[in-house]
């Protein structure tokens, strides 16, 4: 029987938890013997001897790190310096699975690939319908869309609602939301729900019956069409001569905002300037924004990352970890995706490798001493693996300029 460990997270102001004790039975099943480091889930309101009572062993973390499966929110690059204690301690044939920052320090696989580990990297499961139940970018862009529009709220001076009263009227706040990807649309959702204004910019322009179907209007733009997704869904890089542009277009629509929340991340780069300072400097004074994409240098020039700013009477929030501030609901759900993925590699309590499987082909990214994945090869100045493409091909290899979006381990 295999065993699958359940780290605690080191990383500073890290709350999640990649195993919840709901879950431990579905791995059970599976054949698994589900080992949890102690406090794993504290902070994220689930108490050791929850996992107990669902089945698991509750151990200390050499004993995690021994297991044959090991799981976390933040791994290798993703976990900074907190992982540099744990190398030593995981066992020669261990399978690490988590997000692990692929695209954004490719450096540290290269230093691991030769240890003899398997490392699945969740950021890089395909956009697939059969993968949907499996995406954590998807799951935690969720979170990080609702939390958003509250911080939006509870620094705005206004109520967000209509409000008809015998004081008279108060008017709605509008929030503008750029980015309709998954962050985007539940951040429209959620602002809707709260009573206000929405509308939305994408330069996907096929996302427009999206925006609408969370009762958002959709801002169109006079840009040249362009192809803005790449073959694997996610949003792609674009030329500066096109963001310059969309900036110019999109400062009038942010200056009669109330709120705006930018999502436009793009792993392993810096994420695309959108709004100027001339920008901000157009809204009216005691206006938000709050920046998703500030952990990878933001999509408001005025962004510092898990700073909060006031320039020009606007307030500038740069959060990098939405995810981790609803620790219980975002692990909840973290931890499905997991045990989804899972379904697809422990049979009977045995670890079994589908190479024709094009969710392990992508995810999958250091295995037999080396780093497996073309992209990330590309990343790292490797030649091409030189292998049959039902073995170890990523269904979507890499083009110039391309990238995914929703990239980061806190989104």
Same mark, same amino acid.
């Not at 015998?166 to 962050?183: D, E, L, Q, S």
């Not at 629509?253 to 100027?276: F, H, M, N, Q, Y």
């Not at 030649?383 to 083009?399: F, G, H, I, K, R």
């Given at each position: 029987?295999?065993?699958?460990?359940?780290?605690?997270?080191?990383?500073?102001?890290?709350?999640?938890?990649?195993?919840?004790?709901?879950?431990?039975?579905?791995?059970?099943?599976?054949?698994?013997?589900?080992?949890?480091?102690?406090?794993?889930?504290?902070?994220?309101?689930?108490?050791?001897?929850?996992?107990?009572?669902?089945?698991?062993?509750?151990?200390?973390?050499?004993?995690?790190?021994?297991?044959?499966?090991?799981?976390?929110?933040?791994?290798?690059?993703?976990?900074?310096?907190?992982?540099?204690?744990?190398?030593?301690?995981?066992?020669?044939?261990?399978?690490?699975?988590?997000?692990?920052?692929?695209?954004?320090?490719a450096e540290v696989l290269k230093e691991v690939a030769g240890r003899g580990w398997t490392v699945v990297a969740l950021e890089m499961i395909p956009r697939i319908t059969r993968a949907q139940s499996m995406d954590v970018l998807?799951?935690?862009?969720?979170?990080?869309?609702?939390? %958003?529009?509250?911080? *939006?709220?509870? =620094? &705005?001076? !206004?109520?967000?609602?209509?409000?008809?009263?015998?004081?008279? #009227? /108060?008017?709605?706040?509008?929030?503008?939301?750029?980015?309709?990807?998954?962050?985007?649309?539940?951040?429209?959702?959620?602002?809707?729900?709260?009573?206000?204004?929405?509308?939305?910019?994408?330069?996907?322009?096929?996302?427009?019956?999206?925006?609408?179907?969370?009762?958002?209007?959709?801002?169109?733009?006079?840009?040249?069409?362009?192809?803005?997704?790449?073959?694997?869904?996610?949003?792609?890089?674009?030329?500066?001569?096109?963001?310059?542009?969309?900036?110019?277009?999109?400062?009038?629509?942010?200056?009669?905002?109330?709120?705006?929340i930018t999502t436009a991340a793009i792993p392993g780069k810096r994420s695309p300037l959108l709004v100027t300072e001339a920008a901000v400097k157009g809204m009216a004074p005691g206006s938000v924004i709050v920046d998703l994409? %500030?952990?990878?240098? *933001?999509?408001? =020039? &005025?962004? !510092?990352?898990?700073?909060?700013?006031?320039?020009?009477?606007? #307030? /500038?929030?740069?959060?990098?970890?939405?995810?981790?501030?609803?620790?219980?609901?975002?692990?909840?759900?973290?931890?499905?995706?997991?045990?989804?993925?899972?379904?697809?590699?422990?049979?009977?309590?045995?670890?079994?490798?589908?190479?024709?499987?094009?969710?392990?082909?992508?995810?999958?990214?250091?295995?037999?001493?080396?780093?497996?994945?073309?992209?990330?090869?590309?990343?790292?100045?490797?030649?091409?693996?030189?292998?049959?493409?039902?073995?170890?091909?990523?269904?979507?290899?890499?083009?110039?300029g391309e990238t995914e979006s929703d990239s980061n381990p806190s989104t």
């Amino acid at each position: 029987m295999a065993t699958i460990g359940v780290l605690r997270e080191r990383y500073p102001g890290e709350r999640r938890v990649a195993i919840v004790p709901a879950t431990v039975g579905k791995l059970a099943k599976t054949g698994l013997e589900v080992r949890v480091e102690t406090g794993a889930g504290e902070a994220a309101g689930y108490p050791d001897e929850e996992y107990r009572q669902a089945g698991a062993s509750v151990v200390e973390r050499s004993q995690v790190l021994a297991c044959d499966l090991v799981v976390g929110v933040r791994v290798l690059g993703a976990g900074g310096d907190s992982w540099s204690s744990d190398l030593e301690g995981l066992a020669e044939h261990a399978v690490l699975i988590g997000m692990c920052d692929p695209l954004g320090t490719a450096e540290v696989l290269k230093e691991v690939a030769g240890r003899g580990w398997t490392v699945v990297a969740l950021e890089m499961i395909p956009r697939i319908t059969r993968a949907q139940s499996m995406d954590v970018l998807s799951s935690m862009a969720t979170v990080a869309g609702y939390r %958003a529009v509250l911080l *939006g709220a509870v =620094e &705005l001076p !206004r109520m967000f609602p209509l409000l008809m009263t015998a004081a008279g #009227t /108060i008017t709605a706040a509008r929030v503008f939301v750029i980015g309709a990807g998954v962050a985007g649309l539940q951040a429209l959702a959620t602002a809707k729900r709260l009573g206000a204004t929405t509308q939305a910019y994408d330069v996907r322009a096929a996302c427009r019956e999206q925006v609408e179907s969370v009762g958002a209007k959709f801002i169109e733009l006079s840009l040249p069409e362009t192809s803005a997704e790449d073959q694997g869904g996610y949003a792609k890089e674009l030329a500066e001569e096109f963001y310059q542009k969309q900036r110019e277009l999109m400062a009038s629509v942010v200056a009669e905002s109330d709120v705006v929340i930018t999502t436009a991340a793009i792993p392993g780069k810096r994420s695309p300037l959108l709004v100027t300072e001339a920008a901000v400097k157009g809204m009216a004074p005691g206006s938000v924004i709050v920046d998703l994409a %500030a952990e990878r240098g *933001g999509n408001c =020039e &005025l962004t !510092r990352p898990d700073e909060r700013v006031v320039a020009h009477g606007v #307030t /500038i929030l740069g959060p990098t970890n939405l995810p981790s501030e609803v620790p219980y609901h975002a692990s909840q759900m973290y931890s499905n995706n997991i045990a989804n993925y899972l379904r697809n590699v422990v049979r009977e309590g045995r670890i079994e490798w589908d190479w024709e499987d094009e969710i392990l082909r992508e995810t999958v990214v250091v295995r037999d001493g080396e780093v497996r994945h073309p992209r990330i090869r590309s990343l790292l100045g490797l030649e091409p693996l030189e292998q049959p493409a039902s073995a170890d091909a990523s269904a979507n290899p890499p083009e110039a300029g391309e990238t995914e979006s929703d990239s980061n381990p806190s989104t």
